[in-house]
């Protein structure tokens, strides 16, 4: 896999080898930076250094650990004691302005640095032995430390272990990057570098809400060749109504039972959960590669967008509302890609009008609406060119055959988003206490 590196481990009680894979998320305005830093360092032949903040998140097997990048310091000259083409020593100031905020915000630090002219570099014993002292110094401070070292075609990670006192070393990792165009693997900042695309088959969908949109959404996403959804609707299915629910036999059945048998007769090697109630939210959308909002709930849709966003998972809001003015259904498609675009607290202006009954005047403005978002799901999985996607909303107009393509963008001043917010916050954790850090400058 392109960004993928095997690790090779020395003989030291310092290391330890583990099956775990690692995966390390930016944002690709911080991946940018991240790299320009570098190439500056490089080309003076000086070794490139950054410390970033992330939040961390963890699948249920305890053996995939996913690294949110969620802010990058760069040092400036001043914050330089001494840089060369073998070390870089940062000021005691720059290192602990980073912690304290770290601190504040209960953030993993990970120091990333690079070996000059190395295409697959591996740790270094300074690197090995400063890893392990920021570890141990960091865990006084109730934080995680990472550290990685990266070359043009490749990049090693370990991790401070506080049960062995070593560096865990992954069994794998890769670093990837969350742009307009989705999330892709990525190398680190070699200029060949090419991103390998996820394949539809493997990837788990999160729908919400199995009315028309939502009903049709599925269906559309099991013909391109998605195996694995999870299906969430508390609903009953009420009557027989012709756009998304055909079969007078499912009348008085869970919307996600109807769902289920519908999905059964495209395709019979699928992966379908069913689930539904708040409480089980949280668990249900464990693994999800992509999320799809289709119904008119408020409070779930404001959960599943603050998911989206600790997680850097993409997703995708399609909905049929009646105009404001009576005299008709129209439709609208919202694009949420955490650090890229707004979210849906970014989105101030509620629609036009309520949503639209479920009735046959609505049949296709439904099958166009749903269409816009398995399309956008495409463009977002598949891959085209970085930035292809220069809006985030997309209205469908019936009455005129009109589509327009918007851009809301992100409010700076956005709870969710913006500065302090949940951006790439991964798992929820108990706050680190302050004062650990400052027990620690002393010690």
């Given amino acids: 896999m392109i960004g993928m ?96 905020d770290a601190a504040r915000s209960n953030n993993a630090v990970m120091e990333i640095h690079t070996h000059v002219g190395s295409r697959e570099p591996n740790f270094s014993w300074v690197d090995i032995e400063n890893g392990l002292e920021n570890g141990r110094f960091l865990r006084e401070c109730g934080l995680r430390f990472a550290m990685a070292v990266v070359g043009s075609d490749g990049f090693s990670l370990c991790e401070y272990d506080p049960d062995h006192d070593s560096l865990q070393m992954p069994g794998s990792a890769r670093m990837s990057i969350m742009g307009r165009e989705g999330v892709k693997d990525s190398m680190i900042h070699g200029s060949g570098a090419s991103c390998e695309l996820p394949q539809i088959e493997y990837l788990r969908i999160f729908i919400a809400g199995l009315d028309g949109v939502g009903f049709s959404v599925a269906a559309m996403l099991a013909g391109t060749g998605v195996k694995h959804f999870v299906l969430f609707d508390d609903g009953v299915v009420e009557s027989n109504v012709p ?135 495409l463009g977002t999985v598949c891959g085209r060119e970085p930035g292809h996607r220069a809006y985030d909303l997309v209205e469908y107009d019936p009455s005129t055959g009109s589509m327009a393509q918007k851009s809301v963008g992100r409010r700076e001043s956005c709870s969710l988003c913006g500065p302090g917010g949940v951006l790439g916050a991964g798992d929820e954790r108990k706050p680190a206490k302050a004062s650990r850090l400052k027990r620690a400058k002393k010690a």
């Fill in 243 to 377: 756009d998304a629910l055909p079969y007078a036999a499912d009348k008085g059945k869970r919307k996600t039972k109807a769902a289920l048998n519908m999905l059964k007769n495209i395709s019979t090697d699928l992966e379908v959960v069913q689930a539904g109630g708040a409480g089980n939210l949280k668990s249900a959308l464990k693994g999800s590669d992509v999320i799809f909002i289709c119904g008119a709930d408020d409070e779930l849709k404001a959960a599943l967008s603050e998911f989206s966003l600790k997680h850097f998972i993409p997703c995708i809001e399609a909905r049929t509302v009646m105009k404001g003015d009576g005299t008709g259904p129209y439709g609208r498609v919202r694009i949420y890609m955490p650090s890229a675009t707004g979210c849906s607290g970014c989105f101030t202006e509620a629609p036009a009008g309520p949503a639209a009954a479920a009735d046959r005047s609505t049949i296709d403005v439904n099958g166009v609406v749903s269409s816009i978002a398995v399309r956008e799901f």
């Fill in 5 to 100: 590196q095997k690790f090779k481990v020395l003989s030291s009680k310092k290391q330890r080898k583990t099956d775990k894979s690692v995966r390390v998320t930016f944002p690709r305005a911080t991946y940018e930076s991240m790299c320009a830093a570098f190439s500056a360092a490089e080309a003076a032949s000086r070794e490139g250094y950054v410390m970033a903040q992330c939040g961390i998140a963890v699948d249920g097997s305890k053996k995939g650990w996913t690294y949110f990048v969620r802010s990058l310091h760069v040092p400036e000259p001043g914050d330089i004691v001494e840089q060369s083409s073998i070390t870089v020593t940062p000021r005691a100031e720059f290192i602990e302005a980073v912690l304290s």
